[in-house]
């Protein structure tokens, strides 16, 4: 209902300034389609800030070459991992990768990802998931200072012995 109200008022706007468009074809016109598009995918392609991170393929968490940084106009190959320095935006942890955690991050990471796609064909239903694992034989951790959304999985794998992982949300 707000989207509507939002139309109606643009198109109110354009029907007085130009005169020619009625609500109808306000809304059905291609250009304003067009122009809803435009919109949206700028508000997509300007989520990413400089010093996000996001894998780019199955491995360790503290492998550099498994990693893609935003440098504030082009995902680009990092030279280091989340976390490694100060100043780590958004890990996005992106569909059908497996990202091992083997040792302590050392630094805080603003926000993170593990990211799912789900596909729906007839009956059938696909699920693709990203995976974080916590996976060594001496305790890590991971200091997140925002948000941590996991639509994907986060395993714990069974190292011989007992240790306590740790995974910090909310704290610098």
Not at 75 to 88: A, D, H, I, K, R
């Amino acid at each position: 209902m707000e989207c509507y109200g939002l139309y109606l008022v643009v198109a109110s706007f354009i029907k007085d300034v130009v005169g020619l468009y009625t609500f109808k074809n306000f809304i059905m016109n291609k250009n304003f389609l067009l122009l809803i598009s435009f919109i949206g995918i700028t508000f997509y392609s300007s989520a990413q800030v400089a010093g996000d991170y996001r894998s780019i393929g199955n491995g360790n968490w503290n492998d550099p070459s498994k990693w893609e940084v935003y440098d504030d106009s082009a995902w680009v190959g990092s030279n280091s991992y989340p976390g490694e320095n100060s100043g780590t935006g958004t890990v996005t942890i992106m569909i059908l990768h497996q990202v091992e955690l083997t040792s302590i991050v050392p630094h805080p990471i603003a926000s993170l990802l593990v990211d799912q796609r789900t596909e729906y064909a007839g009956e059938d239903t696909v699920t693709q998931v990203g995976v974080l694992r916590f996976s060594s034989e001496n305790p890590v951790s991971l200091s997140v200072s925002g948000d941590v959304v996991i639509h994907g999985a986060l395993l714990i794998v069974d190292q011989n012995g007992t240790k306590t992982h740790s995974l910090f949300v909310g704290g610098g």
